[in-house]
């Protein structure tokens, strides 16, 4: 049993909050890490690891001195480097003043400039490291479909299927079954009749036979989405939709379409779940979907995901596969938070698709509530979220401060304190902005 599932669901408020926690300092101790490693690499000196912020609970001295220490706010995290004024950085000239040039050259203010880059850009670089590696993991993990498509598991199901797994499909109606991963497998399975119940013609112990079965992509709930309105109405992965507002559907598309054409009215579902008939009612909720080409599509969705009846047989892929998977689905979430991101600055889609610190909170609770796999899957999608966002050429964050380093590599000195000083105010008041508009979409956003 997966460990995660023992705790309370994870839908109280101490639950969500302890997931959120651990979320955030995963992420925040591997990119504080990643300034810290590559500061030393660099020459540069950390006097202090910080877990957190505020009075100091427990707290270790390396043999190089730097102090590595858990405080009692656990929202965040630092590394104050040698010859710093404070955590956020700026040169403590005081301290400054009586370095001999060798000493100089070990804080961040006297280091070259490459090193000083180096130590900013990696916070942002391991939160991006963290996310390829998880990827790569839980695809190794999960597998990817075998082929010739075969029955690797099989869902409990209101009606009568023959299947069985290890089944071979060769044929459905007396189409032949083409590659799974090919273009025309989706034609495919568009092409096949709306009935309830199908020919299969299946490859088993060696020898092919028709048995019966359902319609391959039914409405099944293969995934509910946390905080959505079938996770709110206790919709279950696993739960077969049998009608909806009294009419009955055999197919997942034709749920899509009734959701898509309700116009956020409430719908009655028939469901059934381990042998029992359940009656729920939920509302659709609109929605701003990314579309092919960064643009977005505004519909009417519940929150489930379908699929076919079966899950597919799966082999494990190479290492090599799998970390080009996680490379890949990394640059998908950075892609298509940018572009959510630009089109809510131009109003093309809500500004409510913004989520602040309750929001997070919330889906961190939720995706554990989903289990260990989920919940690691969501820190990796969180984690290159913050790594974005830092690389953003805004004061105060590591983008901004490349972009200083940039200046200095051109014009050959660094700003004045003064601009700096400037700047830096600037920079700290649109991201407390941003985080106040964020957490008045948690509260006010439906």
């Known amino acids: 049993m997966d460990i995660v599932t023992w705790l309370p669901q994870f839908g109280g408020f101490l639950w969500t909050l302890l997931a959120f926690v651990v979320a955030l300092s995963i992420i925040v101790a591997i990119h504080e890490y990643g300034h810290y490693i590559v ?13 957190g912020f505020g009075p100091v609970l427990l707290k270790r001295t390396d043999r190089r001195g730097t102090q590595w220490q858990f405080a009692l706010f656990p929202l965040g995290g630092y590394v104050k ?14 301290a400054l003043r009586g370095l001999s040039a060798d000493e100089r050259r070990s804080t961040m203010t006297g280091a070259p400039l490459w090193a000083r880059a180096a130590t900013v850009a990696a916070g942002p670089l391991f939160n991006f490291a963290l996310s390829i590696i998880v990827f790569t993991g839980i695809f190794m993990l999960r597998g990817t479909t075998a082929e010739p498509l075969a029955v690797g598991d099989l869902y409990e199901l209101p009606m ?17 079954v083409p590659p799974f991963e090919s273009g025309r497998f989706g034609e495919f399975l568009d092409a096949l009749p709306v009935e309830e119940t199908l020919d299969y013609t299946v490859r088993r112990n060696g020898s092919e036979e028709i048995v019966q079965g359902p319609y391959v992509q039914l409405p099944l709930a293969t995934e509910v989405l946390p905080l959505s309105a079938a996770s709110d109405a206790g919709l279950e992965s696993g739960d077969v939709i049998q009608a909806v507002n009294g009419q009955g559907i055999v197919a997942f598309d034709e749920l899509r379409e009734i959701v898509e054409s309700s116009e956020g009215a409430p719908l009655d579902l028939t469901v059934w779940r381990e042998g029992e008939t359940l009656d729920l009612t939920l509302e659709p909720r609109r929605v701003d979907e990314p579309q092919p080409g960064g643009s977005f599509r505004t519909v009417y969705r519940i929150g489930v995901a379908g699929g076919m009846f079966f899950q597919p047989a799966t082999v494990t892929p190479g290492p090599f596969e799998a970390f080009g998977a996680g490379v890949a689905q990394t640059g998908e979430i950075m892609r298509g938070s940018i572009s959510g991101l630009w089109h809510m600055i131009t109003g093309a ?6 989520s602040g610190p309750i929001g997070i909170a919330e889906t961190s ?3 554990a509530s989903q289990g260990t796999q989920s919940f690691i899957w969501f820190i990796a999608v969180l984690s290159t979220a913050v790594g974005l966002l830092n690389l953003f050429p805004v004061p105060v964050l590591d983008g901004g401060h490349l972009v200083f380093y940039a200046y200095e590599a051109v014009s050959g000195r660094p700003p004045s304190d003064k601009a700096l000083r400037v700047l830096m105010s600037l920079g700290l008041t649109l991201v407390l902005g941003l985080m106040v508009f964020a957490l008045t979409n948690d509260i006010f956003c439906p």
């Open 160 to 176: 009568t299927q023959e299947l069985r797994i290890g089944d071979e499909l060769v044929a459905i109606e007396g189409e032949d």
């Open 39 to 51: 500061g030393r690499w660099s020459g540069i000196h950390a006097e202090v690891f910080s877990l």
């Open 349 to 354: 889609i809500s500004t409510c698709n913004l």
């Open 365 to 367: 609770g939720a995706m």
């Open 81 to 94: 480097f040698k010859g710093d004024a404070n955590p956020s950085g700026g040169a403590d000239e005081d």
